[in-house]
């Protein structure tokens, strides 16, 4: 997958798994959606929990320029090989993700189990990245509570703001081949003796 999708499938991947447990159910899932989704591939049931794309921005903090060797493979590229690359523009991807209970105590498990160190931790957060085997950096950078009544039941409703760090290739890679030598040319040093001038 490109650029972003990664991180989409990535977040929503580290979500999906949670239950929370009442007297009707010790068991019940937590769905999770991408905001605005599809009618007919979304089928809200709560608890649940959203993620949407909210910023995308140049991360100036991490940038330098220079032609590089990269430290892992890129997805679609061989392993095998070895290549250079341009510096990849370093972007910070900003996500807001809400989740809606109807019951407090469903509320408070999912708090919990968000802020967990494999989930949305409040700090030395990660994301892995399985299609480059990268772990990027994950900030929790705010949370936000907005707690509602409508249609006279309680919705119990939580914001979280992420940032995950990055990178976006300027151009293709390049291959690297290993250095040959002609064994006709000689690298030996050979000195250059000194010439005295008279003035």
Known sequence: MPFILNEDKALKAALTGITV?????PARPVGVWFGQPDAEIRFQSYPYITIDLVNLSVAQEREYRGYIPL????????????FMVDVPIPVNL????????RQPRHDRQIMYELTRPTRLPLRFGG?????????RRLDMLGFTKRDT??????LF???YTVRISSELFRDQFVQVYPVTQD??????YQPTPFTTIQT
């Open 157 to 159: 409703r939580n914001i």
């Open 71 to 82: 430290g892992y493979t890129p997805e679609g590229v061989d392993p095998e090989e070895d």
């Open 94 to 101: 900003d996500y807001q993700i809400t989740t809606y209970a």
């Open 183 to 188: 064994p006709n040319i000689s690298f030996e």
């Open 149 to 154: 009544t409508e249609q006279d039941k309680r």
């Open 21 to 25: 447990a009442d007297s009707g159910n």
């Open 127 to 135: 994301l892995e990245i399985p299609e480059d085997g990268t772990i």
